[in-house]
């Protein structure tokens, strides 16, 4: 093995794509044996087991009476400053440009220039908050700053670029899935409980922001079902759950839909499924269709964002214009009465998922990354 590294993570803990990715790289850094810190305001929710390699920093917010908003990305740059010194960590890989890379570079101020920062760009720091006007120097500082950026796909980097202007350059680290975690899972009794034999079951999970589109999953839904004995599943839940609930009830579908809220491990939910849907207005990767990919699963997305560089249409998923759910919707029902087309594309999905967008290949990106920002050979 290379030189062990200390490692510090900073990202969103709890639900959502970015934290994921941020705690499954750190579990498999510290399985290859570096030494992993992650610094957030809660215990990240994948982290799972005891390792002896990862250790856990909790941010803790003062909330001084004369505070009108408890000042946490002060708190977490100072906890950050903290840690780097107590346990001399190499670096910071932090997820998200506002406000963890600012934090970040905060506590290399604060600590010297040796401490290195690697700042991942996930997608709606750049696509909303660059934006916005009060914030986007900032955002374009904490990139210009860092040490390396990466951005989850092709699309980000030039969305970034475009946005911000910004030349400097970003390493394009797509997002993966553990293929020890999914794979397609034997469900056949776990099923039986969400749907008829007879019955395929299609899919959504995401947070339910407007971004989701989440009604048009219902839209694509009714529509198939009315020529193909199905269901529905929804996991997750958030802003937009009461208007997808009022659809459902509207046309008539309550009955055929089963709303599963949060859950924490959906390879098991994916393996009994038959189709993804993802309608998003955008998705600078997507990365629960690639969860689904690996679990034999192809998804019906809008080819949008990043989601062209996970699903190659018509080889490994299918893609549509975002609101066109009447192509979803046959796209759909195509995936389900055509066998040999699905297991086709099943396949390629096990493959894709196995093969490009595997831990393996991805950790040791991120690997290299860190040697390299870190003068290493
Ligand atoms: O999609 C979300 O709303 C959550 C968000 C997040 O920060 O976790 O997801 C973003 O990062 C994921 C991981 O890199 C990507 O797979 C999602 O496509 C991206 N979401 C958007 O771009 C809307």
Redesign the pocket.
């Known amino acids: 093995m290379k030189e062990r590294l200390k490692i510090g993570i900073t990202c ?1 803990p709890t639900l ?6 941020a705690t499954e790289l750190g579990k498999l850094l510290a399985e290859k044996g570096h030494e992993v810190h992650f610094i957030t305001h809660s215990m990240p929710f994948r982290l799972g087991k005891f390792d002896r390699n990862i250790f856990y920093h909790e941010v803790e917010v003062n909330d001084y009476y004369v505070f009108k908003y408890p000042p946490y990305d002060l708190s977490l740059a100072s906890k950050l400053a903290q840690v780097v010194q107590l346990e001399e960590l190499d670096l910071l890989h932090v997820h ?1 440009a506002i406000p963890h890379a600012v934090c970040a570079l905060l506590a290399k101020q604060m600590v010297g220039d040796k401490l290195k920062v690697v700042t991942t760009l ?3 720091d750049i ?1 909303v908050l660059a934006q916005d006007e009060s914030l986007s120097d900032l955002i374009r500082y904490a990139i210009n700053q860092s040490d390396a950026v990466t951005a ?1 796909s092709k699309d980000l980097i030039e969305e970034t670029r475009r946005l911000l202007n910004i030349e400097k350059h970003i390493d394009l680290a797509y ?1 993966f899935v553990d293929k020890r975690v999914y794979f397609p899972r034997e469900v056949t009794d776990l099923r039986k409980e969400f749907a008829q034999p007879d019955e395929k079951i299609l899919i959504h999970i ?2 339910f ?1 407007p ?2 589109r989440v009604t048009d999953v219902v839209e694509i839904f009714h529509r198939v079902a009315q020529e193909i004995p199905c269901r529905l599943l929804f996991v997750g839940e958030g802003p937009e759950l009461s208007k997808v609930l009022c659809r459902v009830k509207e046309l008539g579908l309550l009955d055929r839909v089963t709303f599963c809220g949060k859950q924490d491990d959906v390879a098991q939910l994916l393996s009994l499924s038959d189709v993804m849907l993802l309608p ?1 207005e ?7 269709a690639l969860e689904a990919m690996a679990c034999g699963v192809p998804t019906v997305a809008s080819n949008t ?2 989601i062209p560089e996970l699903i190659v249409h018509g080889e490994s998923g299918f893609l549509a214009d975002i609101g066109d759910v009447e192509q979803m919707a046959h796209y759909t029902k195509q995936l389900l009465t055509d066998k040999p087309l699905y297991e086709k594309i099943v396949e390629a999905c096990l493959y894709r998922a196995r093969f490009t967008f595997c831990n393996d290949v991805i950790t040791r990106q991120y690997e290299e990354i860190y040697y390299r920002v870190l003068g290493l050979p």
Request: no cysteine; proline share 0%; glycine share 24%.
């Open positions: 969103y959502g794509g970015s934290g994921v990715v998200y996930h997608g709606t696509t989850v997002n995401s947070n922001r971004v989701k998003s955008k998705e600078s990767f997507g990365l629960v964002g990043g």
